[in-house]
C-alpha cells in the first residue's frame, strides 16, 4: 500500500499516481531479508515490498483483504516459481493465514497501514473526492458502505466518529450538514459528500493543498474498514506468529494508527516500570520485543520528492525477544471506543 491521507496534489497530473512502494529502503535494512527468511506481507498491495524480499531470496506470505490486490499479484506469483503464496484475507488473522500454509512461526512481518494508490485512483472504490464515484470506500467490497453509515448513522455517533477518526476540529458542524442534506437526497457519490462538507469546512490558507473533505473522507474510511482494530490485533499476531530474531516492520501514515504502534512497540519493548520517589520500581512482564529503530524514521526529502505520499509516513520497527506472546487490550493500545454500525465499529 501507498498512503493515508486524499490530498488534491497525490496524483499525478493527467492519470493515476505510478506505484512506488513508500519508505522501501528504509523496509529493506529494518526487515533485513535473507535467503531462506519466511517473511508475512501483511498488507500486500501492488507487492513493492514483497518483491523486494523475494529477490533477496526469501519467500513470501502475501496478504490483502482486497480481492484486486490479490488478482493482480497472481502474476508475480507464478513468476517467482512457489517462493510467494497470495492469501485473500484480514491481516488481522495473519499467524492463522501462515500457520494454514504449514508455517508455525516465521522470520518476518512487514505491513504498511495505508490506502493504496491503486484503490484511490480507481474512482468505483469510492475512496476519494478527486474522482466522483460511488460512495463505497470497502477495502474487502463486501459489507455496509460509506454511504451506509452517512445516510443511516445518528448524528452523534457521526460526529464521534468524525472527530475522533479523521480528527477534524468541525466535526459537530459537518455531522450536522450531513444530517441536513440526507433528509432532502441521500447521498450516493463521493462528490456530493465533498461538496457538503466544503461548505462547512473552509480551505487553511496556510495548507491550502488539503481538500476541506480529507479528514472526513478519512474517518469514514478507517471506520468502514475497522482499520485500527485490523492494526491493533495485526500486531498481536505478529507477536504470536514471529519466532525468537524475527522482525516486525509497521509503515504508518497517519497520527492514530503510529500511536497505536508506538504504543505497543513501547509496551512489548519495556523492561521496567520506571518509578518515581514517589512510587517504587513495579514488575513488569518479560520483554517480547527490542527495538531495531528507536522511534520512528520518516521518508528523506529526496523520496518526498519522488513521491509525495510518502510525506506522512513512518517506519517503526521491534525484534521479537523469545518471551512468550502476550494478550493485547485493543483499547488501552489506543483504538477509541465507537459506535456499533452492522457489525462495524466497537
Avoid at 138 to 152: C, F, I, K, L
Avoid at 216 to 234: C, D, K, P, S
Amino acid at each position: 500500500m501507498m498512503t493515508g491521507g486524499d490530498g488534491e496534489k497525490s496524483g499525478i497530473a493527467g492519470g493515476p499516481a505510478r506505484h512506488i512502494p513508500v519508505l522501501l529502503e528504509r523496509v529493506r535494512e529494518a526487515m533485513a531479508p535473507a535467503p531462506g527468511d519466511v517473511i508475512i506481507d501483511g498488507t500486500f498491495g501492488a507487492g513493492g515490498y514483497s518483491r523486494e524480499f523475494l529477490e533477496a531470496g526469501a519467500s513470501v506470505i502475501g496478504v490483502d483483504r482486497d480481492p484486486d490486490a490479490i488478482r493482480d499479484g497472481r502474476a508475480m506469483e507464478q513468476a517467482f516459481d512457489g517462493r510467494l503464496k497470495l492469501v485473500h484475507g484480514q491481516f488481522v488473522d495473519l499467524a492463522d493465514h501462515a500457520q494454514a500454509l504449514g508455517y508455525d512461526a516465521v522470520d518476518g512481518v512487514v505491513m504498511d497501514l495505508g490506502v493504496s494508490s491503486m484503490q484511490l485512483d480507481q474512482a468505483e472504490r469510492g475512496f476519494s473526492f478527486r474522482f466522483d464515484g460511488p460512495l463505497d470506500m470497502r477495502m474487502e467490497q463486501d459489507g455496509p458502505s460509506a454511504a451506509d453509515v452517512v445516510n443511516t448513522m445518528e448524528r452523534r455517533d457521526l460526529t464521534r466518529i468524525i472527530g475522533m477518526l479523521g480528527e477534524e476540529k468541525r466535526a459537530s458542524s459537518v455531522s450536522h450538514a450531513i444530517c441536513q442534506a440526507r433528509e432532502e437526497k441521500p447521498f450516493e457519490t463521493t462528490l456530493e459528500l465533498a461538496r457538503v462538507i466544503e461548505k462547512v469546512v473552509k480551505r487553511n490558507p496556510k495548507k491550502a493543498s488539503i481538500h476541506p473533505a480529507t479528514r472526513t473522507f478519512q474517518a469514514l474510511r478507517i471506520y468502514v474498514n475497522g482499520e485500527l482494530h485490523q492494526a491493533a490485533g495485526a500486531l498481536a499476531a505478529a507477536e504470536r506468529i514471529l519466532r525468537p530474531g524475527g522482525r516486525l516492520v509497521v509503515v504508518t501514515f497517519h497520527s492514530l494508527e503510529d500511536r497505536i504502534v508506538k504504543r505497543f512497540l513501547a509496551d512489548r519493548c519495556k523492561t521496567r516500570s520506571g518509578g518515581s520517589r514517589h512510587m517504587p520500581e513495579m514488575d513488569v512482564p518479560p520483554a517480547t520485543f527490542e527495538y531495531i529503530v528507536k522511534g520512528n524514521q520518516d521518508a528523506s526529502a529526496e523520496e518526498i520528492a519522488d513521491n509525495p505520499r510518502a510525506r506522512s509516513a513512518r517506519l517503526r520497527a521491534g525484534r521479537r525477544l523469545d518471551a512468550p506472546a502476550r494478550p493485547l487490550d485493543i483499547h488501552s493500545a489506543g483504538v477509541p471506543r465507537l459506535a456499533s454500525f452492522h457489525g462495524l465499529g466497537g
